[in-house]
């Protein structure tokens, strides 16, 4: 298979998971259920759950109400090689908001909980933070498939067949910690191949993206690598707002940074620009970070 047809597949294959099966079971809430991609962890990735709930509340609203907000707990460690249940209750629906919960299930029990805020587009007041001045261009940094070519062959899978091309404009910290210990970083990420166009898949595939690397800010300022024996990350919980439409097939720049870190737990915030410098998401999650002390 030739490298467009791999990112093709790969991208294919997220579009897979996010395409949920509206099931005819009901109770007091709309139940839906999809697959997971297999991980060589054997862990769902968050990022993947975040963006089926997302999904999944999505399919319960008109297409004109978008959703701007959501704020999310990662509850227990889900099971790549399972399915998920998600239940949405339609909470609200107001005149020009609506709100609803998601509940990602397995063996019964939940994995992730997120509640949703919807709007119908308004005119208003605006303004944004301006994207940094100086970035290299994306065109210009080797993806981290060019810089793992060496690695282990569970870690190559891992990066070759994850639907994102991702570029650190500082060097990454799968293997070495290089360069200043600062607490943040910047990430050219995009779909390796064209998405439909349908913006809800593209909301959700933006939410897909903000789960990765956005951790790193936390190891960035302390110099630690992942491959650090004995390191234990989590994600807790995991908020973010869309302000103004995007497409995930076109590189965006991820600012990152992280304002605080204290008893095993680290904060994260992100900035998503477009190329030409539009801001179209921000991103927040607590990690937990256990550095072992030998």
Known sequence: MTAEAEARQSVQNLLDVLDLDETRARTTEDIFTGQSQSMPSGR???????????????RTMPIERAAHSMHGYFLRPGDSAQGLTIAVDRVHDGRSFSTRRSQAYQNGVP?????????????GVEHAAAMPDGVPEPEHIPSD????????PITQRLFSERPADIRHVESPLYVTADGAKQAGQMVWMRMRAPMPDDPRLHRAALAFLSDMTIQESILRAHGIPWSTRGLKVASLDHAMWWHRPARVDEWLLYVQESPNARGGRGLSTGRIYTREGVLVASVAQEIMVRVPTD
């Open 145 to 152: 498939e060019d810089l793992l070519h060496d690695a282990h």
């Open 111 to 123: 994995i992730f909980s997120m509640i949703a805020s919807f709007q119908d587009e308004a005119p």
């Open 44 to 58: 769902i990735y968050g990022g993947q759950v975040l963006a089926q709930s997302l999904i999944a509340a999505e």
